[in-house]
């Protein structure tokens, strides 16, 4: 199938880790995304991966990829208020003349103070 | 300063009225989406363009059209065929083998 499937849901209180999955479904994807949506706006690239690695680290961020699983997560430490958003997967899809950025249904990551 | 621009920020239309929705960018990117946001249903691919002049359907392309004539602008128009078009709209440029797309700020669109 087509879908990149995410849980619609996650609230933490501040300070704790944050863990976000993904799962994809396209085992030739090249790059995996994670973006994040504040309300009302567009969304903004917080990290990627390339499908070669297994893990990214970039500060609070970290991206752990299983291809063998198509699983994908996202780990934000130490979660601020400020982190409440929406955070949205995204695959890239080639095949032809198919470049596409395909998304999941995203998660809303609600941080209790 | 670089960026993608989408216009307006809220749009009301009339049930049965086309209406346009733009979408431009300065980032000299070569390819160019149009994305439609439901809540529970993340992001829906519309249309993409890899290159003046040429265009793809998306997923659900049904009831809407695009135009690639400039590189910098690619502007969507909502027609009457489409019939649930309330929703927000998400315009994405990139570089055709890239690691990122940019997002604009999105366009509400309601129906009325």
């Known amino acids: 199938g087509e879908d990149v499937e995410q849980s619609l849901f996650l609230s933490v209180r501040e300070g704790d880790s944050s863990v976000i999955n993904c799962t994809y479904t396209?085992?030739?994807?090249?790059?995996l995304y994670w973006y994040k949506q504040e309300p009302g706006a567009g969304l903004q690239l917080l990290t990627y991966?390339?499908?070669?690695?297994d893990m990214k680290q970039d500060q609070r961020l970290t991206v752990l990829l299983n291809k063998k699983d198509k699983h994908l997560s996202l780990r934000i430490a130490d979660t601020q208020t400020g982190d409440s958003a929406i955070y949205f997967c995204?695959?890239?899809?080639?095949?032809?003349?198919?470049?596409?950025?395909?998304f999941g249904t995203g998660t809303l990551l609600a941080v209790q103070p | 300063d670089g960026g993608i621009t989408q216009s307006p920020k809220y749009l009301f239309r009339k049930e049965g009225q086309n209406v346009t929705l733009s979408c431009e960018q300065n980032?000299?990117?070569?390819?160019m989406y149009w994305y439609r946001q439901d809540p529970g249903q993340g992001l829906r691919l519309i249309y993409y363009?890899?290159?003046?002049?040429?265009?793809q359907k998306g997923d659900i392309a049904e009831g809407y059209s695009v135009s690639r004539e400039k590189k910098e602008s690619f502007p969507l128009t909502v027609t009457s065929a489409q019939k649930n078009p309330t929703a927000f709209y998400l315009c994405?440029?990139?570089?055709?083998?890239?690691?990122?797309?940019?997002f604009g700020q999105g366009t509400r669109l309601t129906v009325v």
């Open positions: 994405a440029s990139s570089i055709v083998n890239p690691t990122e797309a940019f």
């Open positions: 396209d085992s030739s994807s090249t790059y």
């Open positions: 991966i390339f499908s070669n690695m």
């Open positions: 995204a695959e890239r899809r080639y095949g032809g003349a198919t470049n596409k950025l395909i």
């Open positions: 980032l000299n990117h070569d390819a």
């Open positions: 363009s890899q290159i003046v002049n040429d265009f």
